[in-house]
């Protein structure tokens, strides 16, 4: 649980107004990577919210309405698996963040960003903190409007790719390659930059 905004507190002597950034689907082999970013007034918490990843559908469901209600300033971007698979999901992940910051700083000046793990430790702007989806209010509230976007689009994907489990496995991990092997790739959003091990005869859908 996360218990007081003692790294957003601790951003606020370099900026006005501190932005979470997180982003969901870098490991999935399916469709897209989604990013979110989000500016929260200094009166709004909610000792609940935690990392995404440690909360349940109905508990995103609710935060997320939550969050978008109370905060000043949010923003999505979502990237396909064919531009993941045309420039790497590495950069991708860098663009994102960058997009963010600068969809923030057109609305807000002196901001700085608050992200989790260490892929935007070089750029100016960025602080970056491991785990920081479990140690920053700002960043797990973007995790959870990234992720809550992310899953409600598996689950569409899923009414059009049956076969898959998609909205349970959201292109992660045994039981999605468990499916692919059965049933095939489903092409137009399988990422290809992503090797299955052993996929000389599984078939195109």
């Not at 501190?18 to 989000?38: I, N, P, Q, Y």
């Not at 899953?151 to 959201?170: C, G, T």
Request: with cysteine; charged share 30%.
């Amino acid at each position: 649980m996360l218990k007081d905004f003692d790294l957003e507190i601790k951003s606020k002597h370099k900026a006005d107004y501190v932005v979470g950034m997180d982003e969901t689907g870098r490991g999935s082999m399916v469709s897209s990577l989604v990013a979110a970013c989000v500016i929260l007034p200094d009166d709004y918490n909610n000792p609940k919210i935690n990392d995404s990843k440690k909360l349940t559908h109905t508990q995103l469901e609710e935060f997320e309405k939550e969050i978008k209600e109370n905060a000043l300033f949010y923003k999505i971007v979502e990237y396909e698996n064919s531009e993941i698979d045309t420039i790497g999901v590495q950069q991708i992940n860098i663009s994102a963040f960058l997009s963010l910051k600068d969809f923030a700083e057109s609305k807000y000046k002196n901001v700085i960003n608050l992200v989790d793990g260490n892929i935007m430790k070089n750029y100016n702007g960025f602080l970056s903190f491991e785990k920081g989806d479990s140690k920053s209010f700002s960043i797990a509230c973007a995790s959870i409007i990234a992720k809550t976007h992310r899953d409600r689009h598996m689950i569409n994907l899923a009414r059009k790719y049956p076969h898959w489990n998609l909205e349970v496995n959201k292109g992660y991990g045994t039981d999605y390659i468990n499916h692919v092997k059965e049933h095939g790739y489903p092409n137009e959003i399988h990422r290809f930059s992503y090797k299955i091990k052993d996929d000389k005869q599984i078939r195109l859908f």
